[in-house]
Structure formats: C-alpha cells, structure tokens
C-alpha cells in the first residue's frame, strides 16, 4: 500500500541474526484509510500517519 499524499510506502532491508546471517524483510508503512476531502468532495483515502499528524489532510 502507499500513502496518497507523500508516497510513502513499505522499506525494504535484512532480518539479522545474531550469527550475522542475512534473511530478507519488509516494514510496512503505518497506513490508514480515511474520509478525507479531496477536489472538494469526501472520499476515502490511504494516508500514513505522519501525513495524518502534520495535517497535511482535511478531515
């Protein structure tokens, strides 16, 4: 998933053990859906939370 508004998505990088051997992994991105206006009307979106918090979305 991605965020609406800046993008944002999933990191990607390497589980590591303690014997220092590598496995892949993924962390996702704290994205929600909500009722947001855009263009004037209210639709739902997905936006991160940090998008959520600098209020960068009209509820």
Known sequence: MRCAICGKR???G???S????HTPRR???NIQKVRA???G?????QVC???IR???VTK
């Open 10 to 12: 999933f990191m990607s």
């Open 14 to 16: 390497c589980k590591v």
């Open 18 to 21: 303690h014997s220092n051997h």
């Open 27 to 29: 962390v996702e991105a």
């Open 37 to 39: 206006v855009v263009n």
């Open 41 to 45: 009307r209210r639709c739902r979106i």
């Open 49 to 51: 939370t940090s998008c």
């Open 54 to 56: 600098s209020n960068k």
